[in-house]
């Protein structure tokens, strides 16, 4: 990786993966040693289209990768990363960030059509949940 490559990613209180819709921040994250640099409250969690909203945030951010938990990679999202030069890596929900182990995998279609079916399916929901 070379120099100035930065990481975005979506995690909870205890450093593990969340889906861009759920999770509680957005982080920036040195790829050298997984040091977290940056640490904002997910702006996802305001607004409508919530995954979108977490990809133009990274790119606004200037990530130049993204790790996206397994589901959140919806099209739009996977658009609006993909338009920004955006280098996107899958990982599952629940994994440490700062965890050796952690496992990343290039995005392929299947992953963005499961996460826009999820997406679909959470909008749903919430709109069934707010009648």
């Known amino acids: 990786m070379s120099k100035g490559e930065v990481i975005c990613t979506s995690i909870n209180e205890d450093n593990r993966l969340e889906l861009f819709s759920k999770a509680k921040y957005l982080v920036l994250v040195d790829p050298k040693n997984m040091e977290i640099i940056n640490k904002v409250d997910n702006p996802a969690l305001t607004s409508e289209n919530k995954r979108p909203t977490f990809a133009k945030e990274c790119v606004k951010l200037n990530a130049t ?59 749903i929901f919430e709109t069934m949940g707010k009648k």
């Open 65 to 123: 990768q993204v790790i996206a938990p397994h589901g959140s990679l919806c099209f739009p999202s996977y658009f609006i990363l993909k338009k920004a030069n955006v280098k996107i890596y899958v990982a599952q929900p629940g994994s440490l960030l700062d965890h050796s182990d952690l496992r990343v995998y290039p995005v392929n279609w299947k992953e963005i059509l499961y996460s826009s079916y999820l997406a679909v399916k959470e909008r």
